[in-house]
C-alpha cells in the first residue's frame, strides 16, 4: 500500500534551520502535486507548500523567503527546507501526495489523497 512518511522534526532555536523529509513507497509521484501542511497544536490543519511535477513551488505567505520545498523524483521523496524558524512556526507537519492530476487548490487538503503520519516541530523561542 501507499506509504508517506516523515522525518526530520525536533526541537529547534528561534532561528534555527530544519530539514524534513517524505519518503514515498508503493507508488510514484514524478508527475503529481506533492505539499507539506503543519497543525499547531489548538488550530486547524494549514497548507505550507507544495511542488508540481515541473518543480514549480507554492508557500504560503507567512514561510515565504525562509521555507522551501524541492523534491527528488529519483528518490520518490519531497523536503522541506525550514530556515529562519519562528515560535510559531511549532507544529505537527504533515506531508501529502494527490492521486490524480487536478482538482480543486493546491492549498485545499481535499487535493491530496495520500497523507504522512507527521512529524513534530518544536521552536523554542
Known amino acids: 500500500q501507499v506509504q508517506l512518511v516523515e522525518s526530520g522534526g525536533g526541537l529547534v532555536q528561534a532561528g534555527g534551520s530544519l530539514r524534513l523529509s517524505c519518503a514515498a513507497s508503493?507508488?510514484?509521484?514524478?508527475?503529481?502535486?506533492m505539499g507539506w501542511f503543519r497543525q499547531a497544536p489548538g488550530k486547524q490543519r494549514e497548507f505550507v507548500c507544495a511542488?508540481?511535477?515541473?518543480?514549480?513551488?507554492y508557500c504560503v505567505d507567512a514561510v515565504k523567503g525562509r521555507f522551501t520545498i524541492s523534491r527528488d523524483k529519483s528518490k520518490n521523496t519531497v523536503y522541506l527546507q525550514m530556515n529562519s524558524l519562528k515560535s510559531e512556526d511549532t507544529a505537527v507537519y504533515y506531508c501529502?501526495?494527490?492521486?490524480?492530476?487536478?482538482?480543486?487548490?493546491?492549498?485545499?487538503?481535499?487535493?491530496?489523497?495520500?497523507w504522512g503520519q507527521g512529524t513534530r516541530v518544536a521552536v523554542s523561542s
Open positions: 511542488i508540481r511535477s515541473d518543480l514549480t513551488a
Open positions: 501529502a501526495a494527490e492521486g490524480a492530476n487536478g482538482g480543486v487548490g493546491l492549498n485545499s487538503m481535499a487535493r491530496y489523497d495520500y
Open positions: 508503493g507508488r510514484t509521484f514524478g508527475n503529481y502535486v
